[in-house]
């Protein structure tokens, strides 16, 4: 069965930083696209960032505005990412997602991944 597991998350202050990670179980991840996705409430699922089986290729969304970094460490099965310069704007749950892939090609949407997490809070008080 596959598990995805995040951790990081928390309440932080207005240009503070977080580093999320997210622990891969009972999958290849030497052969899965990963992504960071996040939810704030009432609002969709959107896509903050992916990188390639490989790690030699990113994607960031615009809500990323140069400050979140994605990274991963396939001999860990993890996948990173680093929140800086944060604010109240990114208060929400942040998923990691999984989509087997050999492909060079980062996916943005929600319906392109097979694998989710249960997702970790991020809260940033102003």
């Known amino acids: 069965q596959v598990e995805l597991v995040e951790s990081g998350g928390g309440s932080v202050q207005t240009g503070d930083s977080l580093r999320l990670s997210c622990v891969g179980a009972?999958?290849?991840?030497?052969?899965?696209?990963m992504a960071w996705f996040r939810q704030a409430p009432g609002k969709e699922r959107e896509f903050v960032a992916g990188i390639l089986v490989t790690g030699d290729a990113t994607l960031s969304s615009e809500v990323s505005r140069g400050r979140f970094k994605i990274d991963r460490d396939n001999g860990k099965n993890t996948v990173y990412l680093q929140l800086n310069s944060l604010s109240p704007e990114d208060t929400a749950i942040y998923y990691c997602?999984?989509?087997?892939?050999?492909?060079?090609?980062?996916?943005?949407?929600?319906?392109?991944?097979?694998?989710w997490g249960q997702g970790t809070q991020v809260t940033v008080f102003s």
């Open positions: 997602a999984a989509k087997a892939s050999s492909s060079r090609m980062i996916f943005t949407q929600r319906r392109d991944y097979d694998y």
């Open positions: 009972g999958l290849n991840f030497n052969t899965h696209l």
